[in-house]
């Protein structure tokens, strides 16, 4: 299974996007998760019933549009949707975990769009999805709002800590799912001493 965390925004859509296309390709299901932040409304007080019933409500309609937009782009694979109150991060951790005991194994992927909007209110890259890195045992991954053009290449960032093994194993099978070239790189930096200009100092 297939989470995407979505919010109406223009990078929510291109996640959906994104996300609907790998479900294709594996064949899984898609999963849709709407988080009803009402803490970025009321601050220091409890949010009231009203607010709450609109914020929930505003979701379910983002929610059936995101699924709309994923069942047009890819009209074979399995959607479904789920609403929770509560901050992104937490609620897309949950989300994960779910579907971990839902069917029996982690989920393929876990995406969210590089900035959010309402629900995912301050949802930008260095925030929701440095929430989610590290702390839910899928891979994250994070889709940008632009076009999004084929370029045949899965370019996949390595060293040799043991930590690299599962991102490097990702991207082995996304290269494999979509018939592309695989390109590992490795970067280091020298030493300061090295890089230090040199100087000569004369005795007094």
């Given at each position: 299974?297939?989470?995407?965390?979505?919010?109406?925004s223009?990078?929510?859509?291109?996640?959906?996007?994104w996300?609907?296309?790998?479900?294709s390709?594996?064949g899984?299901?898609l999963?849709?998760?709407?988080?009803?932040d009402?803490s970025?409304?009321?601050?220091?007080a409890?949010?009231?019933?009203?607010?709450?019933?609109?914020?929930?409500?505003?979701?379910?309609?983002?929610?059936?549009?995101?699924?709309?937009?994923?069942?047009?782009?890819?009209p074979?694979?399995?959607?479904?949707?789920?609403?929770?109150?509560g901050?992104?991060?937490?609620?897309?951790?949950d989300a994960?975990e779910d579907?971990?005991?839902d069917?029996?194994?982690?989920?393929?992927?876990l995406v969210?769009g590089?900035r959010?909007?309402?629900?995912?209110?301050g949802?930008?890259?260095?925030s929701?999805?440095?929430g989610l890195a590290?702390h839910v045992r899928?891979?994250?991954?994070v889709?940008?709002?632009?076009?999004?053009q084929?370029?045949g290449?899965?370019?996949?960032g390595?060293?040799?800590?043991?930590?690299?093994e599962?991102?490097?194993?990702?991207a082995f099978?996304q290269?494999?799912?979509?018939?592309?070239?695989?390109?590992?790189?490795?970067a280091?930096?020298?030493?300061?001493?090295?890089l230090?200009?040199?100087?000569?100092?004369?005795?007094?």
């Open positions: 299974m297939i989470i995407v965390g979505v919010d109406g223009v990078a929510s859509r291109a996640a959906v996007e996300a609907a296309d790998d479900a390709r594996r899984s299901p999963r849709l998760v709407h988080a009803a009402t970025w409304y009321l601050v220091g409890r949010p009231g019933k009203a607010l709450s019933e609109t914020v929930l409500r505003e979701g379910r309609r983002v929610l059936e549009e995101a699924a709309a937009l994923a069942r047009e782009r890819r074979s694979v399995e959607v479904d949707t789920r609403a929770a109150e901050r992104p991060t937490a609620v897309l951790r994960a579907a971990a005991e069917a029996a194994e982690d989920a393929a992927a969210v590089s959010g909007l309402g629900g995912f209110s949802a930008l890259l260095g929701v999805s440095d590290g899928c891979p994250v991954v889709v940008r709002a632009r076009d999004q084929e370029h290449e899965v370019v996949a390595v060293d040799d800590s043991p930590e690299c599962p991102g490097l194993a990702y099978e290269a494999a799912l979509r018939g592309a070239t695989l390109r590992a790189v490795h280091w930096q020298l030493p300061g001493h090295l230090a200009p040199r100087g000569h100092v004369r005795p007094g």
